[in-house]
C-alpha cells in the first residue's frame, strides 16, 4: 500500500529501540497535558485579598523558592565533601550515589513521604491524605490558602530538599563498601516511610509537639523543639548511617589485629574543602528558610548560624591540634560542619553568644566522636555519625539548656528534648535495622571482597574518574606506583 511507503523508510532509518520510544514519548506528552490541565495555578488577580497581602505572599514563595535551591545545593556540597574524604578508586561510585539520591528522594517524597508528614487526614502519629500530590487544596497539607500560605508546590520543594539531606548523610557512613543498588533501595524507603513518619511527630504539629498538653483553644502548652532540623534530619540521617555502617561492616584493612587503626586517606582535600564551603552556603537557606516566610527574623537566623559554624571550625582545629599535635585539615571542616548541625535546633532562638557556646561545644565534641566511632568499630569515611548524629543530639539538647529551656526559666524543655532525641533515635534505628538486615539477608549489601579491593567505580559502574592520570603522572615523574586506593598513607594522617 503506497501511503506505508513513508513508514516503511522510517522503519529502515531508525533501530528498533528508537521506533518503540514514539509511541511512549506520544503517551507521555498526552499525560503531560492532561495533568497540566488538571492542575489548578494561583490566579493573582482573582484573590481577593489586598494588594500588600498578595505582595507579601509572593515575597514569601520567592524566599522560600531560594532557600530550597540553597538547600538542594547542598547535594553538591555532599558529593564533593564524601568524594575528597574517599579514595580515588571510588569517586565515580560516590558522586553517581550523591547525585541520583535526590533523584530517588523527591520521587519518594512525592508518591508518600509528604503525605505521611504533612497529610492533615491522619493523626498524631502520620499523615494519611494527598499521597502523590493528588489534592489542590492546601489545607489538605496543613497549608493556609495563599497569599497567607505557601503554596503546596513550594512548600514540597522545600521539604523534598530537607528529606533528600537525610538520605544523603547515609551515603557518607557507608562509603567505599556497599552496593549501589542496595543503598538507592534503603535512600528511598527512608525518604518515603521513616523521616516522614517522625517529622510529622513535631512539625505536622504530631504528638512531640503537644507533649505539655493543650489550653481550652487547642494552643500546645509546650512540647519538643526543633526548628530547622538537628534532630529532625540530623539526627534521623546519623542514626540510619550508624547502623548502615555497622551492618556492612568495615572498610578492609581499617582495623588491624591488636585493635589497631589503620587510617585509609582521602584522595582530594581540596574537593573536600570545597565541599564544606558549599554545605556552609547552603546552610542559609537551611535554617532561614524554615522561617517559612521572608521576616525580619531570618537574618538573625543566618547570623546565629553563621556564629555557630566559625565557634565550630575554631574548635575542633584547636582540639585536634593539642590532641594530635597538628591542626587536621579534615577536622577542621568537620568542625564547621558540626557547629551548623549544632545550631539547626536553636538558631531562631538562642542569642549570639550563646550560639558560638554551641558551636565550641559542637566542634570539640565532633572531634572526640571521631576518635569514639573508630575504637568502637564503626567504620565512617568521613566523619557522618560524629556531625550529624552526635552534634545532632547535642544541639537538640541545646535548646533545652539556652534561652528555651534551663536558662530561660524552663526547665521542663530539657526533658521534652530527651524524649523527642529518644523516640525519634529509637524509631529510625529499629526501622533501619529492619530494612538494612532485609536487604543483606536478600540482594545483599556490601560488594565482593575483589570488588572492593579494585574499587566500586570498575565493579559497579564499569568507569574511572581518574582513568589513566594517575599511572601517567606516576610514569612520568619516575615515581613508583601509589597503592590502591591511589594515595600513600603519608599524604595525610587523620582517621576520617
Known sequence: MPFLAPLRIIARKFSSPWLVCIPLAAIVVLLCNTAVSAQHVIDVDALEAEPA????????????????????FMNAGFGMLETGFCRQKNAVNILSKNLIVFGIATLAYWAFGFAFMYGASGNGFIGLQGFFLISDDPATYGLDPFPAGLSIAVSFLFQVAFAATAATIVSGAVAERIHFGAFLIFSFLLVAISYPITGHWLWA????????GLDADGASLGGFSDFAGSTIVHSVGGWAALMGAAFVGPRLGKYQEGNTINAIPGHNMGFATLGCLILWIGWFGFNPGSELAATPNIAYIALTTNLSAAAGGVAATATSWLKDGKPDLSMIINGILAGLVGITAGCAGVSYFSAVIIGLVSGVLVVFAVSFFDKIGIDDPVGATSVHLACGIWGTLAVGIFEEGILGGNPVQLWYQIVG???????????????????????GIRVHPEEEMRGLDISEHGMEAYHGFVTESDTFAGSPKMSVGGVSDATRSSEV
Open 421 to 443: 532525641i529518644l523516640t525519634i533515635g529509637g524509631f529510625t534505628v529499629a526501622f533501619s535495622t529492619i530494612v538494612w538486615l532485609a536487604l543483606k539477608a536478600t540482594m
Open 53 to 72: 497581602e498578595v505582595v507579601k505572599g509572593i515575597l514569601d514563595t520567592v524566599f522560600i523558592m531560594i532557600a530550597a535551591v540553597l538547600v538542594i
Open 205 to 212: 504539629g504530631g504528638w512531640l509537639s503537644t507533649l505539655g
